[in-house]
C-alpha cells in the first residue's frame, strides 16, 4: 500500500526567506507521480508542482523546487523569497502510474511572517 | 472553463437526515472521486470511479452512496447523515492513467456540519 509521511504539521518562515516542507512515501510500484498541492484559506486545491519517479531532474516552478531523492523515497518542497501569499495547507501526495489511486499526506500548515 | 464544480459550499444538516453533494465536471475527465478532509488526517477517498456506470468504494467509504450515469456528474449521498460525517468534502476529476499520473483537478469543497 501506498503511504504519504509528512512530519512537520506546522512550519514558519519570515518573508523573503527560504523553507522546505518535507514528505516521505512508501510504493512498491516503478512507475508514479509525486505531487505538491497548496490549499490556502479560501480551501481551494492548487497544483504547486509534480515530479515524474522517472525522471531524475528536479521539478521547478517559478520559486518552488523539489528535491527527489528515489532511492531514499523522500520528496521535499523548497519555497524560495516566501511571499505572504504563500501560507497555506501543503499537501504531499503521490499517483501511482496505471492507477487512479492519489494517496495524500496528512499536511504541513506553512505561515510566512510579514 | 469552469472545471470542477461542486454543490452546496456549505450546509448544516440534522442527524438522521439525508443529503446530496453535487460535482460535475466539463473537462471530459473520466476520472472523478470524492474525498473527505479532516484536521490532522489529510485527504482520503470516500469513493470513485472511472467511467460512467462505473463506481468502487474508496478508504472510507461507510455511510455514503454515488452512482455516475454519465461522464460529468457525481452526486455523493448521506442516506442518514451522522455527527461523525461532519467534514469538507471535495470532489475531483483528472484524466485517464494511460501516459498518465496527471493531475487531479478539484472543487472548490463542501464544508458539511452534521448537528
Known amino acids: 500500500a501506498q503511504t504519504v509521511t509528512q512530519s512537520q504539521p506546522e512550519m514558519s518562515v519570515q518573508e523573503a526567506e527560504t523553507v522546505t516542507l518535507s514528505c516521505t512515501y512508501d510504493?512498491?510500484?516503478?512507475?508514479?507521480?509525486l505531487f505538491w498541492y497548496k490549499q490556502p484559506p479560501s480551501r481551494q486545491m492548487i497544483l504547486v508542482i509534480r515530479q515524474e519517479a522517472y525522471k531524475q531532474q528536479n521539478a521547478t516552478e517559478n520559486r518552488f523546487s523539489v528535491n527527489f531523492q528515489k532511492a531514499a523515497k523522500s520528496f521535499s518542497l523548497k519555497i524560495s523569497d516566501s511571499q505572504l501569499g504563500d501560507t497555506a495547507m501543503y499537501f504531499c501526495a503521490t499517483h501511482q502510474g496505471g492507477s487512479e489511486k492519489l494517496v495524500f499526506g496528512k499536511g504541513t500548515k506553512l505561515t510566512v511572517n510579514p | 472553463n469552469a472545471g470542477v464544480t461542486q454543490t452546496p459550499k456549505f450546509h448544516i444538516l440534522k442527524t438522521g437526515q439525508s443529503m446530496t453533494l453535487q460535482c460535475a465536471q466539463d473537462?471530459?475527465?473520466?476520472?472523478l472521486s470524492w474525498y473527505r478532509q479532516d484536521p490532522g488526517m489529510g485527504l482520503r477517498r470516500i469513493h470513485y470511479s472511472v467511467a460512467a456506470g462505473i463506481t468502487d468504494k474508496g478508504e472510507v467509504p461507510d455511510g455514503y452512496n454515488v452512482s455516475r450515469s454519465n461522464t460529468e456528474d457525481f452526486p455523493l449521498r448521506l442516506e442518514s447523515a451522522a455527527p461523525s460525517q461532519t467534514s469538507v468534502y471535495f470532489c475531483?476529476?483528472?484524466?485517464?492513467?494511460?501516459?498518465?499520473?496527471?493531475?487531479?483537478?478539484f472543487g472548490q469543497g463542501t464544508r458539511l456540519t452534521v448537528v
Open positions: 510504493t512498491s510500484e516503478s512507475n508514479y507521480y
Open positions: 473537462m471530459n475527465h473520466g476520472y
Open positions: 475531483a476529476s483528472s484524466r485517464p492513467p494511460q501516459g498518465g499520473g496527471t493531475e487531479a483537478f
